[in-house]
């Protein structure tokens, strides 16, 4: 936790130092105040995951490389080596940190040719190789995963092109709509992230400063690895650096034409005091908080498997993770709103990749109809033992089913 938080610390700095090279004290004042009272940041900036670090670690390379730009100084071009290395090492995602490096390079230079020249050759080089490597290493030893989840029935890969149907389930939408924009990013935020984008289009300008190389590696990141974005919100963390910087543009151009002239810095730090108060843990926060239902049913498959078993967990009310990595068990968390009509195939992909228990998870909130789908499922397997009463996070006691997969009747 205290390596996660410094992390955080390191990120904000970093962020901090890039804008205010790239856009001025204003923005950069702004802009990390968003950018740090962000939810998603404030929750998963002190957990014990690689994408903080990861995070922390491209704004590093890109203040750095910044400053290289700036000076032409080695030790700023290595440090910005060892920065986007570390990226790409804590999460090969990392690499993305690539455009936004590239846009610099052109701006700076005048043109795309730029990104062919020997330091940005060199430190592409030294970044690239190790990682190579490692990959090549690790995939040689492990297989890669060819799926990310079964959301609503359907077993997706990895990368969008091995699915583009994914572009028109709801959950791609939403996860970028209500979830990114609002909850991940907070309310306030995202209407000043709005404001900001109506504002530039109205100028028929782009951004300026780094913001456009940010914005297209965000988006690029988001569509290539939706399948990824179903199960996995932290994933998004890439993505607060641009959104903070919109809600800047939006803040400073509220300040601008709503204010009375010096009046300016008022409106914008009563704007900036709302975002930190109501995207605050005590009142955003809500959404980040742990289920003690889903963790009661990770501790009973903690109890009742053997820590080589992998698990399955389904129902209207997983999708995230939290059942599988509470429980210190593999296996897949399953999404799916109605059991779908080939569920019997999917449990036996599961059971040829391991799998030896099913656990159905039923949130306060679930419709009779999701709970009769699921019916064919429970009378099927051996049923290892059945909760109910223990509080979910949306209000009312949750109800859920451990059922035994190896030792049920396998389909003919």
Partial sequence: HVLSLLGSLVAIAAFFDLTRRERGDWDAIAGTILFSASPLFLFYGRAVLP???MLASMLVSAASYRRY???GRTRWLALATVGGLCAALFKYFGLMIFLPLAEMTRRHAGSWRAVASPPFLAMSALILGPVALW???????TANPVQSGWVDGIVHPYFSFQAPGIFLTRGFWAGLTSRFLVRDCGPVTAGLMAVGAVVSAMRRRSPGGYLAGWTVMGLVYYVLLAP????????ELMMLPAAALWATIGLRAIAERAARPGRELRLAGALLGLAVVVQSPWISGGF????????????RLKALTHEDDRVVAMGPGIEFPTVVHYSFREGWPVHSTLLPEDWQDRLDLYRTQGARYVAVYFEPKATSEQRASYAPLLRALPVVEHHKGTPARSGGPCEFTILALEGGPRRQ
């Avoid at 990959?135 to 030893?141: D, G, H, P, Q």
């Fill in 51 to 53: 994408e903080p670090w």
């Fill in 69 to 71: 730009l700036d000076t």
């Fill in 135 to 141: 990959m090549a290493l690790v995939f040689f030893r």
């Fill in 228 to 235: 990824k974005f179903l199960d996995h919100d932290y994933y």
């Fill in 288 to 299: 980040f908080r742990q289920d003690e239902g889903k963790l009661a049913l990770a501790a």
